[in-house]
């Protein structure tokens, strides 16, 4: 399956931006799908997931209370609502599937494919 990431940008913090990951090549409805992202001078990191059938989903501590994935997959789509953005949320978003995993695993690194990033900017 490849995958498309959009809707990066730049806002201001405290503003809001939502992220799209389409895949396309055969329908992802099986597969758990996640974001991550990586800061410049960092290392990537884990951001949200979400299990194959959508019955679950895992954010890292971070983003909890301000960040929402969400499933479409009649769209093959998944989307990343982020709001109240802060600086520290600068990086470079990524998309990431593995077939019929959790959430919970997917959080742990378990990815078969990536996406292209999507930079998003925070400027405070």
């Known amino acids: 399956v490849q995958l498309q990431a959009s809707g990066g940008g730049l806002a201001q913090a405290g503003g809001s931006l939502r992220l799209s990951c389409a895949a396309s090549g055969r329908s992802f409805s099986r597969y758990a799908v996640g974001w991550f992202r990586q800061a410049p001078g960092k290392e990537r990191e884990f951001v949200v997931a979400i299990s194959w059938n959508g019955g679950s989903t895992v954010y890292t501590d971070s983003v909890k209370g301000r960040f929402t994935i969400s499933r479409d997959d009649a769209k093959n789509t998944v989307y990343l609502q982020m709001n109240s953005l802060k600086s520290e949320d600068t990086a470079v978003y990524y998309c990431?599937?593995?077939?019929?995993?959790?959430?919970?695993?997917?959080?742990?690194?378990?990815?078969?494919?990536w996406g292209q990033g999507t930079l998003v900017t925070v400027s405070s």
């Open positions: 990431a599937v593995a077939p019929g995993i959790s959430a919970q695993a997917m959080a742990r690194g378990q990815v078969v494919s």
